[in-house]
């Protein structure tokens, strides 16, 4: 059973950075274009950035462009999101997906995205 694990969110001051981390069970990464995804309380989920399977990432969400960045490390079959400059609109749940798809592949479109994790809460607050 193909599973994602995301890992490293928390609390946050305005400013500050967090990595988040997803991880697979039962499959790797590397075969998989891998989306980050967020959803505010009371607001619909959304495309943040995405890697391809090339190692190529694309920021989708203009308020995280610049700030957020996208990297995988095949040893560990981990994909990292990288989050500096943190502000309160950072406020979310963060998802991460895959999607088996040809190798220049990326997406912010869920329904592209057949697995997700769990979830992994984000607070930016002073």
């Known amino acids: 059973q193909l599973q994602l694990v995301e890992s490293g969110g928390g609390l946050v001051q305005p400013g500050g950075s967090l990595t988040l981390s997803c991880a697979a069970s039962?499959?790797?990464?590397?075969?998989?274009?891998i989306g980050w995804f967020r959803q505010a309380p009371g607001k619909e989920r959304e495309g943040v950035i995405c890697i391809s399977r090339s190692g190529e990432g694309i920021s989708y969400a203009d308020s995280a462009k610049g700030r957020f960045t996208i990297s995988r490390d095949k040893a560990k079959s981990t994909v990292y999101l990288q989050m500096n400059s943190l502000k309160p609109d950072d406020t979310a749940v963060y998802y991460c997906a895959a999607a088996h798809e040809p190798y220049y592949f990326c997406s912010a479109r869920r329904g592209d995205y057949p697995y997700w994790g769990q979830g992994t809460q984000v607070t930016v607050s002073s």
């Open positions: 039962g499959f790797t990464l590397d075969d998989y274009a």
